[in-house]
């Protein structure tokens, strides 16, 4: 069974930091990209970062690049999105799902599998 768990989320004010974890398991890791999305009340889910775990590719959408890293540990078959200077606009539900490849990373409707989700708050 493919599963996605993401943990990490929490309350934070404007300026502060979180690290979020997605532990993949029912799938072989490497064969696919994991990006992160997220959606905010009444938004449309937007995409956010991806990384190929295998080739240690990574992608970013603009109004994150430099605030957000990803990383792996393919040995755990962890991702890690480490979330920097948190801004209010960034409070959502954060989701981390697989994609066959970090080409199609941007557009979800190519992804796979979903994980549960994490809640972001970042208080002003």
């Known amino acids: 069974e493919v599963q996605l768990v993401e943990s990490g989320g929490g309350l934070v004010q404007a300026g502060g930091s979180l690290k979020l974890t997605c532990t993949a398991s029912g799938f072989t890791f490497d064969d696919y990209a994991l990006g992160w999305y997220r959606q905010a009340p009444g938004k449309e889910r937007e995409f956010v970062a991806c990384?190929?775990?295998?080739?240690?590719?990574?992608s970013y959408v603009y109004f994150v690049e430099g605030r957000f890293t990803l990383s792996s540990d393919n040995a755990k078959n962890t991702v890690y999105l480490q979330m920097n200077d948190l801004q209010p606009e960034d409070t959502a539900g954060y989701y981390c799902?697989?994609?066959?490849?970090?080409?199609?990373?941007?557009?979800?409707?190519?992804?796979?599998?979903w994980g549960q989700g994490t809640q972001v708050t970042v208080s002003s």
């Open positions: 990384i190929s775990p295998a080739v240690n590719m990574t």
């Open positions: 799902g697989a994609v066959p490849s970090h080409y199609y990373c941007s557009d979800d409707i190519f992804v796979r599998a």
